[in-house]
Structure formats: structure tokens, C-alpha cells
């Protein structure tokens, strides 16, 4: 069956320090792959969005690769900052949905 | 623009009641949704809609009902609510799924059955 996997388990890093987020997912063939961030009590915003042709994608401090033999994303937040903190999903597209991970929560240490 | 609303933002069922969970949106996007968020469970899909008339399965339809009468409105029809249906409810749009772009979500409404 599908499935996308993301750690269950909360991230806690220190301020300045890069946070690293995996997505690892089976039995799909996604055009593209999206990360959200979701804050409590708040609907999940659109982050950055990789196609399955592009390795890499940056915008500000925030940085996706794609990697479909390994099915997998990396999501990078470098210098982070407490702000940063919030839950993470990934999501894949497939036969026309767009299907979530369960999401990982970061919290950044001042 | 308002983006996607959703009303209300908080409900409390008793088992066997009905409701309706509305859900607009006002930037003609073609495809709408409905996800629910359960701790450690992530957003599943429940329905979506790729333009008026036309609806689809998710991944947890049993228990609700969409309709889409207009390319604005998306409502979620509970009609016989269950416990297992307390859960945090989104709506999302986006222009159409095929074209790459991001999902819009509204914020979300929180029901509780009894």
C-alpha cells in the first residue's frame, strides 16, 4: 500500500543550528512533493513545492532536495530560529491528490 | 480576498446528530478539499472536488457526504455523527492539482461528538 513517513518524534535543536526533516515514501511515483507548515490551532501554509526532475530547491534559509530513487525529501532550515518552531508536512501528489504525511514537530532552543 | 473560510469554528455533537461544515472560497480555484487532523495521524483526505458537479473518495469518506453546487462552496455533510468523528476538520483550494501549485487552507474547525 502507500505511504509517506515522516519521524513521529519531535526535532529539538539548538538556535543556529541547521534543522534536517525527512519524508520518506513507498509505492507512490509523485510528479512533485510539497512542504507546509502548520502552527497550533492554525491551517497548514504552503512552504516550498520540488518537481520529481529537480534535485534541489532553496528559497531563503529554507532548502528541499528530491530524491526519487531513494524516495525521499530532505527539508533543511539553516541558522533556524525559535521562531521557526511548528509542526512540518510533506505531501505527495498522486492519480490527482494531494496526500499528507503525519508532519514533524520542530522546536528551536533560544 | 478572504482566502478560504470555514464555519464554525468549534462544534459539539451528540451521537446521531447531523451537521454541515461549510467551506468557501473566493479565488475560483477548480479543486477543493476536505482533510481531518487526528493527533500523530497527519491530514487524511476525505472528499475532493475538481470543479461544480463533480466529486471524489479520499482516503476516509465513510460517514460524510460532499456536494459541489457552485465553484465557491464545498460543504461536508455528517449525517449520523460518531465519536470517531471528532477530529479537526480543513477545508483546502487550489487552482487546479495538475498545474503545481500550492494548497490554500482554511482554519480549520474542531468538532467534538459526544
Known amino acids: 500500500s502507500q505511504k509517506i513517513e515522516q519521524n513521529s518524534e519531535a526535532l529539538n535543536i539548538q538556535e543556529g543550528k541547521t534543522a534536517t526533516l525527512t519524508c520518506n515514501y513507498t509505492?507512490?511515483?509523485?510528479?512533485?512533493l510539497q512542504w507546509y507548515r502548520q502552527d497550533p490551532g492554525r491551517g497548514p501554509v504552503f512552504l516550498l513545492l520540488i518537481r520529481e526532475n529537480e534535485k534541489e530547491k532553496r528559497k531563503e534559509r529554507l532548502k528541499v532536495t528530491f530524491d526519487t530513487t531513494l524516495k525521499q525529501s530532505l527539508f533543511h532550515i539553516t541558522a533556524s530560529q525559535p521562531a521557526d518552531s511548528a509542526t512540518y508536512l510533506c505531501a505527495l501528489d498522486t492519480t490527482g491528490k494531494l496526500i499528507f504525511g503525519q508532519g514533524t514537530t520542530l522546536q528551536v532552543k533560544p | 480576498n478572504a482566502g478560504v473560510t470555514q464555519t464554525p469554528k468549534f462544534q459539539v455533537l451528540k451521537t446521531g446528530q447531523s451537521m454541515t461544515l461549510q467551506c468557501a472560497q473566493d479565488?475560483?480555484?477548480?479543486?477543493m478539499s476536505w482533510y481531518r487532523q487526528d493527533p500523530g495521524m497527519g491530514l487524511r483526505l476525505i472528499h475532493y472536488?475538481?470543479?461544480?458537479?463533480?466529486?471524489d473518495q479520499g482516503e476516509v469518506p465513510n460517514g460524510y457526504n460532499v456536494s459541489r453546487s457552485t465553484t465557491e462552496d464545498f460543504p461536508l455533510r455528517l449525517l449520523s455523527a460518531a465519536p470517531s468523528q471528532t477530529s479537526v476538520y480543513f477545508c483546502?483550494?487550489?487552482?487546479?492539482?495538475?498545474?503545481?501549485?500550492?494548497?490554500?487552507f482554511g482554519p480549520g474547525t474542531r468538532l467534538t461528538v459526544l
Open positions: 509505492n507512490y511515483s509523485p510528479a512533485y
Open positions: 472536488s475538481v470543479g461544480a458537479g463533480i466529486t
Open positions: 483546502a483550494s487550489t487552482p487546479t492539482l495538475r498545474s503545481y501549485n500550492e494548497q490554500f
Open positions: 479565488m475560483n480555484h477548480e479543486y
